[in-house]
């Protein structure tokens, strides 16, 4: 009969913790492109370990006016990045010349590349449930 009752509370508890584990949504407006042309491609990442190798979500997103918009929902609460880039071509590759890239890309709380990509460190950023809006200006 203990055997019984103690999977029983194991399973209410183990219930109880997967209700309350938190979602939310990130709202992303980038800023930046220097025409309406091609699309914006947005990776969200939510370990330093995938970090520009993979993303956990992806995104393409629609130029008006300079502007995109994006919306990831259903995010668990947790640390995320986001890196994006104007695919003025449509290709869906970050064009680059010796190295540098040649169209605009950005990074979540504008994370300066010196002398190579963002860092992980200066990306991230914590979801706590919720709508958190993000900005990203594109250079």
Sequence with gaps: ??????VISVFWFSLGIAQTAAFGAIELEITGMESDEGQILIGLYNSEDQWLQKPY?????KIANGVSKVIFRDIPEGFYA?????????DGQLKKFLGVPTERFGASNDAPSRFGPPRW?????QLLGGTLKHSIQIH
């Design 1 to 6: 009969m203990r055997g019984i009752l103690a």
């Design 57 to 61: 979500k992806g995104a393409f997103g």
């Design 82 to 90: 986001i890196s994006v880039f104007h695919d003025k071509d449509n």
């Design 121 to 125: 460190s200066d990306a991230k950023f």
